[in-house]
């Protein structure tokens, strides 16, 4: 592979590129490395790159003459060099970088890194001499050639030969997409009170192999759970995470649909009536983000009476069937309903069901909620955190309710609001089963 860099300042890259891994791959010519400077393409005696930029604002623009000259030497081929030059401009307005690009990046024979500096560089230049711009994440450096550095070591990794052993990078964060490394070991097997597992110990091989896998999901939902949200858990790995809070924490979320307290559209504190649709469609979706389960919530006896006869049909069918076995039947999701007379009687019965500890309840509404006494909102983003940071063993719940939403004393029962479901400005009243399906997928969907 050849990488030429395309940089103002080639001595940032001497001792990084002479050491360690990369300057044995130097070495061996697994990896060839060139610098091409811009200056050396200015025509005036002061070696001009930069310039005001058009329409005034701080700092200064790479010109576009001296930068497009010095890709175009770096892009031409060496000697019976194959394949066009790649070439990438490292940029915080860039394509996140990641270890799926990087493979294919170290498929190609021969990569030009362009770095930028000052205020960055004349667009003009990415329009005519750039195929592709990446960035290292959202931040900002002094210039291109730190990121430059850290792609030339992903990327040489993966080139064959580098590594003495190629298995080290099928195993590595990200190396798969979805998840992060498992954590490892080493002697002594003990160290300052902190023992290794013993499944590390006992040598059993495939147990290892599972406890690995188990504990790169465990990590990964913790640290990166957008990362297993790019895609669905199948075969193994879903196997693995089933029922395991710490990979999959829908799986200590129940449902609460509550019919009461909640407001009419006067603002009066009411009981809504149950809906055959709301139990069925809730039901639904909260089986297919695997949640705990969903209660449904009403004072009022035929009602709750409604809801059994509701439940106990779908199973009959079911039974009668003989399909229970096929998942897409609408008796598995209806099986994990249940009813109860009050939101505080639920509370207690989660609390009870997991050693005491309270449930942590976070409320939903169509509309913001402020003042005194009302919880903290949280956005979909800091709540998955919450949730990922929720003592083990302690049950969640999620509050829904019906009707015009949930009075204010159901509200006060809860830790956390979540933010509201919202579109159109001046529009804002989804059922409350189409608010349900998107705050379901908003936490818990693999956004694929």
């Known amino acids: 592979m050849r990488v030429s860099i395309v940089t103002l300042f080639p001595e940032l890259f001497e001792s990084p590129l002479a050491t360690s891994l990369l300057g044995k791959a130097r070495t061996a010519g697994l990896v060839e490395v060139d610098f091409v400077n811009p200056r050396d393409f200015t025509t005036d005696r002061h070696r001009?790159?930069?310039?005001?930029?058009?329409?005034?604002?701080?700092?200064?623009?790479?010109?576009?003459?001296?930068?497009?000259a010095a890709i175009e030497r770096a892009s031409a081929p060496a000697g019976d060099e194959g394949g066009a030059a790649h070439r990438i401009l490292l940029s915080p307005a860039g394509a996140p970088l990641d270890q799926r690009r990087v493979r294919e990046l170290a498929a190609l024979p021969h990569l030009v890194l362009v770095c930028g500096r000052y205020e960055g560089i004349d667009d003009r230049v990415a329009r005519l001499a750039i195929d592709e711009e990446l960035s290292l994440g959202d931040f900002v450096l002094s210039g291109g050639e730190i990121a430059a550095l850290a792609l030339i070591d992903a990327v040489a990794r993966l080139v064959p030969g580098v590594l003495g052993d190629c298995a080290s990078t099928e195993e590595e964060s990200f190396s798969d997409g979805v998840t992060l490394e498992y954590p490892q070991y080493t002697r002594p097997p003990e160290f300052r009170g902190l023992a290794v597992p013993d499944t590390l110990l006992a040598g059993h091989h495939e147990r290892v192999r599972t406890w690995r896998r188990r504990e790169a999901l465990r990590r990964t939902a913790a640290r990166r759970p957008d990362l297993l949200r790019r895609g669905a858990l199948v075969g193994a790995d879903l196997a693995l995470a089933a029922g395991d809070?710490?990979?999959?924490?829908?799986?200590?979320?129940?449902?609460l649909l509550a019919h009461y307290?909640?407001?009419?559209?006067?603002?009066?504190?009411?009981?809504?009536?149950?809906?055959?649709?709301?139990?069925?469609?809730?039901?639904?979706?909260?089986?297919?983000?695997?949640?705990a389960g969903t209660i449904a919530i009403t004072p009022v006896a035929l009602q709750r009476e409604k809801i059994a006869h509701i439940i106990e049909t779908w199973l009959e069918e079911m039974a009668a069937l003989a399909v229970g076995s096929a998942p897409g039947h609408r008796g598995h999701a209806l099986s994990a309903v249940d009813v109860r007379s009050s939101i505080e009687e639920v509370l207690a019965e989660l609390a009870a069901g997991h050693g005491g500890a309270p449930p942590l309840v976070i409320a939903t509404s169509a509309r913001l909620h402020t003042g005194v006494g009302v919880p903290p909102t949280l956005g979909y983003e800091q709540l998955r955190?919450?949730?990922?940071?929720?003592?083990?063993?302690?049950?969640?719940?999620?509050?829904?309710?019906?009707?015009?939403?949930?009075?204010?004393r159901a509200i006060s029962l809860a830790d956390y609001m979540l933010a509201p479901v919202s579109g159109h400005p001046t529009f804002n009243h989804l059922s409350v089963r189409s608010a349900a399906a998107v705050i379901l997928d908003r936490l818990f969907g693999t956004g694929a």
């Not at 001009?48 to 497009?68: I, S």
């Not at 809070?245 to 449902?255: D, E, N, Y």
């Not at 940071?389 to 009707?403: D, F, M, N, S």
């Open 245 to 255: 809070p710490a990979i999959l924490p829908a799986s200590r979320v129940t449902l």
């Open 48 to 68: 001009t790159v930069d310039d005001a930029p058009y329409g005034g604002g701080p700092g200064m623009v790479m010109k576009p003459e001296p930068l497009v």
């Open 261 to 291: 307290p909640v407001l009419d559209r006067t603002g009066a504190e009411v009981t809504s009536s149950v809906t055959n649709l709301d139990i069925h469609d809730i039901a639904r979706s909260a089986a297919t983000y695997g949640l």
């Open 385 to 408: 955190r919450v949730l990922a940071e929720v003592t083990p063993g302690r049950p969640i719940a999620l509050l829904l309710g019906t009707g015009h939403g949930l009075a204010d």
